[in-house]
């Protein structure tokens, strides 16, 4: 059914204009916002934490943002296929993509560290159609029909995807072959990672880019893929992370991850409205899938 359900939304996404599917996906976003009660009250609570000092009206508007945009990220997904070179010149800037070509000179590979936000999916596939050599760590759906649905729209323009499981000897080797690793940054999703504070509080995030930075010496280059008003994006790529290893693996490790967990919460702060995060944050340590 819920297969069915994908189906129907990428039929509709590639029938109509861009423009016409945003308008469809902002009433589908409000009414998620609506009627989605669990959902909207973890996005309110992970809000309250970043901006203690905002209303409760503020902070809901800031949630119906969120499912909307949310809903906007799905058609750009959906319609992946239409993404041509005309598109990238319309709709896409691109700001520092100088950090990336010089860090990948240093021949390590290169680590880009993104989180939930904007639309990661989209930066993804934009990379590899630009002729980088990119792959991304991503998890599987439970459902494969859906799971090989989202990899194929993943490897459309080149993009390898590496899944969950077995995924380290695959990381291992991206970056043998001195080529770009994607890794998300703001979520653990398997018990596994570093406790450190995000936003001031407690939690567990992946400690991946930090372990591989530090085993292949490859820099960790922030990017973010940024809705703008007009609904064009920005990928925007920051200076990589400097950090001289102590000899300390563990304490190297916290470091690190925090090193790029400020720039990550910046952006949060920044475009609270596009980071889609649907479940309390802070509420427990672990992120295991529900």
Not at 15 to 35: D, E, N
Request: with cysteine; charged share 25%; glycine share 6%.
């Amino acid at each position: 059914m819920l297969f069915l359900l994908y189906q129907i939304c990428v039929f509709i996404s590639l029938r109509v204009s861009l423009k016409r599917a945003y308008q469809i996906a902002q009433i589908l976003g409000k009414a998620y916002s609506f009627f989605s009660f669990r959902d909207k009250t973890a996005l309110c609570t992970n809000l309250a934490v970043i901006f203690p000092h905002r209303s409760k009206k503020e902070i809901s508007s800031i949630a119906e943002g969120v499912f909307m945009n949310f809903c906007k990220y799905l058609v750009d997904f959906f319609r992946l296929p239409l993404v041509d070179d005309d598109y990238i010149k319309k709709n896409i800037k691109i700001e520092g993509i100088e950090y990336l070509d010089d860090s990948l000179k240093q021949g390590r590979g290169v680590i880009l560290v993104s989180a939930h936000l904007g639309n990661w999916e989209l930066g993804g596939s934009i990379l590899a159609k630009l002729g980088y050599n990119v792959s991304a760590v991503a998890l599987s759906h439970r459902h494969k029909k859906i799971d090989n649905f989202f990899t194929s729209r993943r490897q459309m323009f080149g993009m390898q995807q590496i899944p969950f499981g077995g995924a380290l000897r695959r990381c291992f080797k991206c970056l043998s072959d001195k080529n770009i690793l994607g890794l998300i940054g703001d979520r653990d999703y398997f018990d596994n990672g570093v406790h450190v504070h995000f936003f001031s509080k407690k939690t567990l995030m992946p400690k991946g880019p930090a372990v591989l930075a530090l085993r292949f010496g490859s820099p960790i280059v922030p990017i973010f893929i940024i809705r703008n008003a007009d609904d064009t994006f920005t990928i925007k790529f920051y200076p990589p992370i400097k950090y001289r290893p102590t000899g300390d693996k563990d304490k190297d490790i916290k470091l690190l991850t925090l090193s790029y967990l400020k720039i990550i919460e910046d952006v949060v702060r920044k475009h609270p409205e596009q980071w889609y995060v649907f479940r309390k944050f802070w509420e427990r340590i672990s992120w295991k899938p529900r």
